[in-house]
């Protein structure tokens, strides 16, 4: 982001060095085409920052739930051993389908 920053003020420090005249129709065009990119600039910085923070937020509030479902649940280790097809027999719901490959078999 810097080296953006520093192109658009380089842009800037040209333009002013080359004594754009602000009356001719060109002149105009190349200042505002400068300004534009200086507010794109600071609207992307501005961006990157809201990023960065909503980021460690995230991170905070992963860390925080990795808390709780450790207090609730225990640790994984309590995991390790499940098997999910133990509880395939226990669904009561007709039109999942779990069952349809029992019926053709009897």
């Given at each position: 982001?810097e080296y953006l920053i520093?192109?658009?003020?380089?842009?800037?420090?040209?333009?002013?060095?080359?004594?754009?005249?602000?009356?001719?129709?060109?002149?105009?065009l190349l200042l505002q085409?400068?300004?534009?990119?200086?507010?794109?600039?600071?609207?992307?910085?501005?961006?990157?920052?809201?990023?960065?923070?909503?980021?460690?937020?995230?991170?905070?509030i992963d860390e925080d739930?990795?808390?709780?479902?450790?207090?609730?649940?225990?640790?994984?280790?309590?995991?390790?051993?499940?098997?999910?097809?133990?509880?395939?027999?226990?669904?009561?719901?007709?039109?999942?389908?779990?069952?349809?490959?029992?019926?053709?078999?009897?």
């Open positions: 982001m520093q192109k658009v003020s380089y842009l800037r420090g040209l333009a002013d060095g080359l004594g754009v005249d602000e009356s001719s129709k060109e002149g105009k085409i400068v300004d534009v990119l200086e507010e794109f600039t600071d609207v992307l910085n501005e961006t990157i920052e809201n990023q960065e923070e909503l980021e460690e937020y995230v991170t905070f739930l990795a808390d709780v479902e450790d207090e609730i649940y225990g640790t994984d280790e309590d995991y390790d051993d499940f098997d999910f097809d133990d509880y395939d027999d226990f669904c009561d719901d007709e039109d999942c389908c779990c069952h349809c490959g029992e019926e053709d078999e009897e």
